[in-house]
């Protein structure tokens, strides 16, 4: 993180605020990673949450992926997808210039928070969650975007039960030149929820597949409470070798007396490309007979 922004004061933040909007007001700071630090605001005019995200860019690449990530989000018309209000990443032309966004506010916890809290999702929570996350993957599907990092961090669940999926900072555009050097060993990816032809950076092979594996390791950690390719894994090398050569494991979910949703996980998750569904479409086909069943 540099240090021009970590120095920044909370009058000078404000003034920043203020400069965007006059109604925005700084509240509260929320954590830090990476190029970016980020803070819930208040809309006085209506007094709701915002989120506003500073980021300093290390290079004209990290430029190019934020204002591919704020694409992303306007482009995939969803309500569980939340909206970018502001930015003017657009405008940003050297690497001395700070970008801002703000953000609509998801009132909940990250599904990270709450695994962590131990909590046990139902049958019927566990639907839920899938049944959303393939009506958002069948959107990024239509105007041809990957999501590629869809983990427990990246999931806000709220108290009404329903799921939002958030930032889209390492989507992969289809329909525009790969930003990651086609050389490059590694791709963009969170290992350990990442298919290998994502962190292997097959470039040729990533789509909308890529985003279903993620998805059932996701739902398999949400059934056991535990990342089944991470539980037990002794370094990097490791996990790799895992995720490339074995399958997600049968879970047995009550409920789910004929393993036919163990299947789906299974079979949405698979570590091999050619098994997973073609299409999300071809998924949600799959899901409706497994919902039938349950």
């Known amino acids: 993180m540099s240090s021009s922004i970590d120095r920044k004061t909370q009058d000078e933040l404000q003034d920043l605020l203020t400069s965007i909007n006059p109604s925005f007001q700084l509240e509260k700071f929320l954590g830090k990673g990476g190029q970016k630090i980020v803070y819930r605001i208040i809309d006085k005019t209506n007094g709701l949450p915002r989120i506003f995200k500073l980021i300093k860019p290390n290079d004209g690449d990290y430029i190019e992926r934020v204002k591919r990530e704020v694409l992303a989000a306007n482009t995939i018309d969803h309500r569980n997808i939340p909206s970018v209000l502001y930015t003017n990443v657009h405008g940003v032309e050297g690497l001395d210039e700070p970008i801002w966004i703000i953000e609509e506010c998801i009132p909940g916890k990250s599904l990270r928070q709450v695994l962590d809290e131990k909590y046990s999702f139902s049958i019927k929570e566990i639907i839920k969650f899938i049944d959303t996350m393939l009506s958002i993957l069948e959107k990024a599907e239509s105007v041809h975007i990957v999501h590629r990092d869809i983990k427990p961090e990246n999931i806000m669940f709220v108290d009404s039960g329903e799921f939002w999926l958030i930032d889209f900072g390492i989507s992969r555009h289809l329909d525009l030149d790969s930003i990651t050097a086609s050389e490059a060993p590694f791709g963009p990816c969170t ?104």
Not at 262 to 271: L, Q
């Open 191 to 294: 290992i350990g929820y990442s298919a290998a032809e994502q962190f292997r950076n097959r470039k040729r092979d990533i789509d909308i597949r890529a985003d279903l594996f993620s998805m059932g390791v996701v739902v398999a950690e949400m059934i056991t409470g535990i990342n089944p390719y991470i539980k037990n894994t002794k370094g990097m090398l490791e996990l790799i070798k895992r995720i490339e050569n074995q399958p997600l494991p049968l879970l047995r979910i009550e409920g789910d007396k004929k393993f036919l949703l163990a299947r789906y996980i299974r079979t949405v998750g698979d570590n091999r490309l050619l098994r997973r569904p073609r299409s999300i479409e071809e998924a949600k086909n799959i899901f409706t007979i497994v919902k039938d069943s349950l």
